[in-house]
């Protein structure tokens, strides 16, 4: 068995087919979800996702690029929700440049992003972090405000190099579709290096589908790609890579 780190079954286009995304996927030996928020309205979401399915978890926060989403809500209300036991983490949270470049949407992102870090602290959570071109900056802000839950680099988009810098913070490193892509020479050699207790496998859906879905919706259906391929480029069985990142998952999240 297991499981999906990081997937949006609270989006839209997977939302509608929830059921049988979850009933297929556990056929295929995916027997676990963590639901990710990324806005004010998609957090509490993934909580009734959770609560409607046993095997399903959440994660609640705010994303970079979705700050305005909270403006005029209930910030209290929202982080409430860390109280409740089928809440396993603060995020996707974090620094992501790639559409916003300006210093001052810059240096917004950063208020946020320690800001919540701070909030995952008093509640005693992990956070999941997401890092689109702001590595260094993402760095930079973990080692001065550290998470002391731990947390996870969502989509790990950076070298090989770089990946003991964050698991030197006590972080986990998440692995998604990108590692099949027949050009993803970088993610792969990430694959290979990261420490097995720091290792864990994600779809991102729906979004990142791994190969030959290239392109498609994604789906925790496809998985089982991604631990397979993980699993080859590790040079351990797919059993050895499934009960690794289940355990790291589990450990992580206190699930």
């Given at each position: ?61 705010i ?28 995020g ?9 470049k ?48 731990s ?18 913070l006590?972080?986990y490193?998440?692995?998604?579709g ?24 994600e ?19 496809y ?11 590790r ?21």
């Amino acid at each position: 068995m297991i499981i999906d780190s990081h997937c949006h079954l609270n989006e839209e286009r997977l939302y509608v087919l929830r059921k049988n995304i979850i009933k297929q996927a556990q056929e295929l030996g995916v027997d676990r979800f963590v639901v990710v928020g990324w806005d004010y309205e998609s957090s509490f979401l993934a909580v009734e996702i959770a609560h409607e399915f046993d095997c399903c978890y959440a994660s609640i926060g705010i994303m970079p690029t979705d700050i305005d989403s909270i403006i005029g809500k209930d910030e209290d209300k929202l982080y409430e929700l860390l109280k409740d036991p089928k809440v396993v983490a603060l995020g996707e949270i974090g620094l992501d440049y790639h559409w916003e470049k300006t210093p001052e949407q810059k240096e917004r992102q950063k208020e946020w992003f320690i800001k919540q870090i701070d909030i995952a602290n008093q509640y005693k959570k992990p956070i999941i972090i997401h890092c689109r071109e702001a590595l260094q900056d993402t760095l930079d802000i973990l080692k001065a405000h550290t998470p002391i839950c731990s947390g996870v680099m969502h989509c790990y988009s950076g070298s090989p190099e770089m990946v003991n810098d964050f698991v030197k913070l006590g972080l986990y490193i998440g692995v998604d579709g990108p590692v099949t892509f027949t050009n993803g020479r970088s993610i792969k050699e990430v694959a290979q290096v990261i420490p097995a207790d720091r290792l864990l496998i994600e779809t991102d859906s729906p979004y990142l589908s791994p190969h030959p879905h290239r392109g498609e919706m994604d789906s925790p259906v496809y998985l089982p790609l991604i631990a397979n391929e993980v699993a080859t480029l590790r040079g351990v069985s797919y059993n050895e890579l499934a009960k690794m990142t289940s355990d790291n998952t589990e450990r992580l999240f206190k699930l």
